[in-house]
């Protein structure tokens, strides 16, 4: 049971930290060509990521399902959390692989505030 408790504390965790995505209109002063590749990266990130989201969904609302049956055994609970997991971790290497290749295409000036916007991610909400 405490290890159910974790991992849904820590999906909850991974949401709220990956739940916000920056796009160009958070960037201040963009140029047109940064605009237009920052755009393309979001659409790309959004299209990459399309079947690993769909994967979470559907283990996760089989997961659910699974932990009100009266028969169900603590190792399908796990192996369907693991691939819950598995779905999520390649959902977080594309957002975080795309924020770093955002970030290459700033100007120091709006990576000061693109930096404070990744770090307020951090923060407990």
Sequence with gaps: MKLLKNTILMLISLFMLCSATVNA????????????????????????????????????????????????????????????????????????GHLVEMRAILTDEQKVGYDKGVLARSKVK
Aim: hydrophobic share 40%; aromatic share 4%; net charge negative.
């Design 25 to 96: 209109d958070q960037i201040p002063n963009p140029a047109a060509e940064q605009k237009k590749a920052i755009d393309q990266m979001h659409h790309k990130l959004h299209d990459d990521q399309a079947a690993f989201k769909a994967k979470e969904k559907q283990a996760l609302k089989e997961l659910n399902e699974m932990t009100i049956r009266e028969d169900v055994k603590m190792e399908d609970v796990n192996a369907k959390i693991d691939e819950l997991m598995a779905a999520k971790t390649q959902i977080m290497y594309l957002r975080y």
